[in-house]
């Protein structure tokens, strides 16, 4: 049997039909695609962090329900105890597990554009995924369409995105909590950029039992660690533990995770100035001629150019040394569209020089 033949045969065709999720490589340039915290740890923070890893036994499995961990995350998000807390290899797994455990014939919705991997995991376990468009002008929630997306394919789970990437914006509220209560599944509120965004429905949790609030450390600045959660029904989280794979947290990401939960105010302190640098960014963006920014309640901003500029601009920036997301390509609201994570000072200028030089070209 040859490639040809054994390929088609061995996979399912929803993964044949699949894209790899593509990582761009970053050597050698100032880095501002993938919405990380661009500060390190003191000297002094990173001594103390290296001597509670001294003592870790490496020779044995992790704690497999990272027990410590839980209980400073559940301190931490201030998640009351009646709530279960379920972690996973970021929240990537975690969507991963929840979507594994639905019924072959199950539909997942959620609005578009929104996170890439809602659908990508959807697609590739042949589940119905289906996005509803956000409304043009603001990207804010359609609700009448969300609504109507409910009734017309009863998803067994809803992803609302909390600030919205790659949108950055906070949407209504009053739509969030009207479109858990019209659900029929589970609605799932991913809560990655809440540390810039200071609104959570963490609050919420005691009111709807279809609720699920997700969180991962990676924009706090812990993305090396690949760690999320997800919270909620202790019923609802007990049945995604039975798939959840046996020590999917490893010893080194417990010890340093509970580590840097426990020192908060340096996470606050640099969350704060990615705050600072956002609203300078933001303005900046917007004293541009030909340029579009939205309002971002996370660690980017998401900015539009002139009609078939995005290629040309994205490509001069990384000329120049600085890389960002060109969201262009996936089309609709997002055509001519660019995304850009909010960097040190440094990072900041460097990016807004190079797009003033890219600008007068195009």
């Not at 045969?9 to 699949?18: D, G, I, N, P, T």
């Not at 797994?93 to 072959?104: D, F, G």
């Not at 995924?129 to 956000?134: D, E, F, V």
């Given at each position: 049997m040859t490639l040809n033949t054994?390929?088609?045969?061995?996979?399912?065709?929803?993964?044949?039909?699949?894209?790899?999720?593509?990582?761009?490589?970053?050597?050698?340039?100032?880095?501002?695609?993938?919405?990380?915290?661009?500060?390190g740890w003191p000297e002094d923070f990173k001594r103390q962090w290296l001597e509670t890893l001294k003592e870790c036994p490496l020779n044995r499995y992790p704690d497999p329900e990272a027990q410590l961990l839980v209980q400073t995350i559940r301190t931490h998000d201030q998640i009351p105890a009646q709530h279960a807390i379920l972690l996973g290899n970021g929240s990537d797994?975690?969507?991963?597990?929840?979507?594994?455990?639905?019924?072959?014939n199950a539909s997942v919705l959620s609005p578009a554009p929104g996170f890439v991997i809602y659908q990508q995991i959807s697609n590739c376990l042949g589940l119905g995924?289906?996005?509803?468009?956000?409304l043009a002008h603001d990207f804010e929630?359609?609700?009448?369409?969300?609504?109507?997306?409910?009734?017309?394919?009863?998803?067994?789970v809803i992803f609302i995105a909390y600030p919205n990437n790659p949108t950055g914006n906070l949407f209504n509220p009053g739509s969030v909590h009207s479109i858990i209560k019209a659900a029929k599944g589970v609605v799932v509120i991913d809560e990655a950029y809440a540390p810039f965004a200071h609104?959570?429905?963490?609050?919420?949790?005691?009111?709807?039992?279809?609720?699920?609030?997700?969180?991962?450390?990676?924009?706090?600045?812990?993305?090396?660690l690949r760690l999320g959660y997800i919270a909620g029904n202790p019923e609802l989280i007990g049945q995604l533990n039975k798939i959840r794979l046996p020590y999917n947290i490893n010893s080194l990401t417990q010890l340093s995770a509970n580590f840097a939960l426990?020192?908060?105010?340096?996470?606050?302190?640099?969350?704060?100035?990615?705050?600072?640098?956002?609203?300078?960014?933001?303005?900046?963006?917007?004293?541009?001629?030909?340029?579009?920014a939205y309002p971002s309640s996370a660690n980017f901003i998401l900015f539009r150019v002139g009609q078939g500029q995005a290629d040309k601009i994205h490509a001069s920036l990384k000329q120049q040394g600085v890389l960002i997301k060109n969201l262009s390509p996936q089309g609709g609201l997002l055509s001519d569209c660019l995304r850009v994570t909010i960097g040190t000072e440094h990072e900041n200028t460097a990016f807004i020089g190079a797009l003033t030089n890219s600008m007068s070209k195009h």
């Open positions: 054994l390929i088609p045969s061995l996979f399912r065709k929803e993964v044949l039909a699949m894209t790899a999720y593509k990582v761009a490589d970053a050597v050698g340039l100032i880095k501002l695609d993938a919405m990380e915290n661009p500060y797994e975690i969507i991963q597990l929840l979507l594994m455990a639905l019924p072959p995924y289906h996005g509803s468009p956000l929630l359609d609700l009448p369409a969300m609504l109507a997306a409910i009734e017309l394919y009863q998803p067994a609104a959570s429905f963490i609050g919420s949790l005691e009111h709807y039992e279809n609720l699920l609030v997700m969180r991962t450390v990676s924009k706090l600045g812990l993305a090396g426990t020192h908060k105010a340096l996470f606050d302190q640099q969350t704060q100035a990615i705050c600072t640098s956002r609203a300078m960014v933001f303005n900046w963006l917007n004293n541009m001629d030909g340029i579009t």
